[in-house]
């Protein structure tokens, strides 16, 4: 990209364009940057520069850049019906195959799809239908959410209530009322110095304890990211997660799985329900659904809760794109990628161990306090030098380094968080890893 157009682009971003999740005005002091092209685990921005992508997109990208398949999925799709509703009792061809393959992919009792554009919707999706199951069962006056601390489930005004950090509830003056928190398994950062499994356990002891404070009968639902990934990549420590199942079903409280970031191979299978046997009674999903080539999310139901709407008649929730046929396209496309090329196998045999033993070779490093992860997740605990003036501005000051060495990593308060494509390589491990040695360094220097 040549010095004029780069310059106009900035001008005209700072001029009609407020960037989600981004402090604008230290922004456009050094110039918005821009993506121009991206192939496998590789991005091009406007210098020319090549960045390894450490964090798929968000999350997201989990078959890589630039995968022809479902280019032309989404082009043939276009050119033969661009758009029809799944409203008046019609729909469309990949709609029905996407839902299909994915209530038959589906773990224990989940086999009706809701499709959403995206993980905010599947999530306020899942409370509209939560509430009105309740009704429908004679039970209205169980209303109230739990989620837990450092939980990220959405931007709308619910799902952000439910979200457990400060910085996305408290410019909005959010929660709304009715949503409660409990404490997440984060033994790092709870000063206790209990081991993971303690801290886990007492996690549940005072999640129990605040369910009978605020009555069973009053809450409707619990929502659960089995590894809580945008409040700092948590995982959850042995048998607690057991345990917050078996809570959450001895109160007839309904436990939402919320697989947006989890789902589709990242931890090594298809589902983390799977792995750890939630039998959730709805899920949510997004992200990799379409590897973010196009904007599509979905909630999953129990064939319980699905069978109570449809004998109650007319179901009066929907979006003018739920199932939109040129996403679905693209996730029919994605979803063969994942099976043909088995990266959820992959990710569990061979490149997620080689990524978290390399990973793990950093745990001795003087400003590293702690590293966790599972199969293609994992966070680096950065111990605060005292050159960081600001408490909790470590992670982004890292992830600034680490993109002038090359990779784009998440700062997330006093941590670095990482999720690659499922696709890459283990000489594109290393190249990671590399530098993430040469951040480090530099951050202490």
């Not at 999706?125 to 450092?150: C, E, Q």
């Not at 792995?275 to 899920?283: A, N, T």
């Not at 000051?397 to 890459?424: Q, Y």
Request: glycine fraction near 10%; aromatic fraction near 8%.
């Amino acid at each position: 990209m040549n010095q004029e157009t780069l310059t106009e682009l900035r001008r005209l971003d700072q001029q009609s364009h407020l960037h989600p999740f981004t402090d604008s005005g230290s922004m456009h002091k050094r110039g918005t940057h821009i993506m121009e092209s991206g192939s496998g685990c590789v991005l091009i921005d406007e210098t020319g520069h090549n960045l390894l992508d450490g964090l798929a997109g968000l999350w997201c990208v989990i078959v890589g850049y630039g995968r022809s398949e479902i280019v032309d999925a989404v082009a043939s799709q276009m050119s033969k019906l661009s758009f029809y509703p799944s409203f008046f009792e019609t729909t469309t061809e990949p709609t029905i195959r996407v839902a299909a393959r994915l209530a038959e992919r589906a773990p224990g009792r989940l086999g009706r799809v809701f499709f959403t554009n995206s993980g905010s919707e599947a999530n306020e999706s899942a409370l509209k239908i939560i509430r009105a199951w309740n009704k429908i069962r004679g039970k209205s006056a169980k209303k109230k959410i739990l989620t837990r601390t450092y939980s990220y489930h959405g931007v709308g005004i619910a799902t952000t209530s439910m979200t457990g950090l400060p910085n996305c509830t408290d410019p909005f003056d959010l929660p709304l009322p009715g949503y409660l928190r409990v404490p997440a398994p984060y033994a790092y950062a709870s000063g206790t110095g209990m081991d993971e499994v303690a801290y886990g356990a007492w996690c549940i002891e005072e999640t129990a304890r605040v369910i009978e404070s605020e009555g069973p009968d009053t809450i409707a639902a619990m929502f659960v990211e089995p590894v809580q990934g945008a409040g700092g990549v948590i995982l959850p420590p042995a048998g607690y997660l057991k345990a917050l199942r078996e809570l959450c079903r001895r109160h007839d409280i309904l436990f939402v799985a919320d697989e947006v970031i989890t789902a589709f191979g990242r931890l090594g299978c298809w589902f983390a329900s799977e792995m750890w046997d939630l039998d959730p009674d709805l899920m949510t999903i997004a992200k990799g659904l379409t590897s973010g080539y196009l904007p599509l999310g979905a909630t999953l139901l129990s064939k319980e809760i699905a069978e109570a709407f449809e004998a109650n008649g007319y179901f009066a929730h929907g979006f003018t794109y739920s199932g939109h046929p040129v996403p679905a396209a693209a996730a029919l496309a994605n979803l063969d990628i994942l099976e043909r090329e088995d990266l959820p196998g992959r990710v569990e045999r061979d490149i997620g161990p080689y990524f978290q033993k390399k990973l793990a070779t950093f745990a001795d490093h003087p400003l590293v306090g702690e590293v966790r992860g599972l199969g293609l997740i994992a966070a680096i605990e950065l111990k605060v030098p005292a050159s960081v003036a600001a408490a909790n501005m470590a992670g982004a000051r890292a992830a600034a380094i680490a993109r002038e060495e090359g990779i784009i990593v998440r700062g997330i308060r006093d941590l670095l968080a990482i999720a690659p494509p499922l696709v890459i390589r283990h000489d594109e491990v290393d190249r990671l890893a590399a530098a993430l040695g040469r951040t480090l360094d530099r951050l202490r220097d």
